[in-house]
């Protein structure tokens, strides 16, 4: 059973930086690995995405430039580096997997799903 469990989250400052992990139970094969954050009564939004193979990353563009999506493949754990935090990234963060799918920042392009880690930004 393929399990995902994220961690990092916390409370910080605008202008901040956190950095969240995400475990996935099974080794890395070319998968799509995603983060998505979502706030309550909207849409779940896709934030950034990695190709475990090649390195290949996306980003949207509210978190170009401030938000890092890694990889650890030894480790089969996917990281996403925050700086420079605004309260409007304040919500949920989950980690998802993919086989593979397009687009890479759509939710329905993700199989698998871990419970979230909340982040808090206070201005």
């Known amino acids: 059973q393929v399990q995902l469990t994220e961690s990092g989250g916390g409370s910080v400052q605008a202008g901040g930086s956190l950095r969240l992990s995400c475990a996935a139970s099974f080794r890395f094969n070319n998968n799509l690995m995603g983060w998505f954050r979502q706030t309550p009564g909207k849409e779940r939004e896709g934030v950034a995405a990695i190709w475990t193979t090649s390195g290949t990353t996306y980003y949207s563009s509210s978190v170009q430039g401030r938000f890092t999506i890694s990889k650890d493949n030894s480790k089969n754990t996917v990281y996403l580096q925050l700086d420079r935090l605004k309260p409007e990234d304040s919500a949920m963060y989950y980690c998802?997997?993919?086989?593979?799918?397009?687009?890479?920042?759509?939710?329905?392009?993700?199989?698998?799903w871990g419970l979230g880690t909340q982040v808090t930004v206070s201005s």
């Open positions: 998802a997997a993919s086989t593979g799918g397009y687009p890479e920042l759509s939710k329905g392009s993700y199989d698998w």
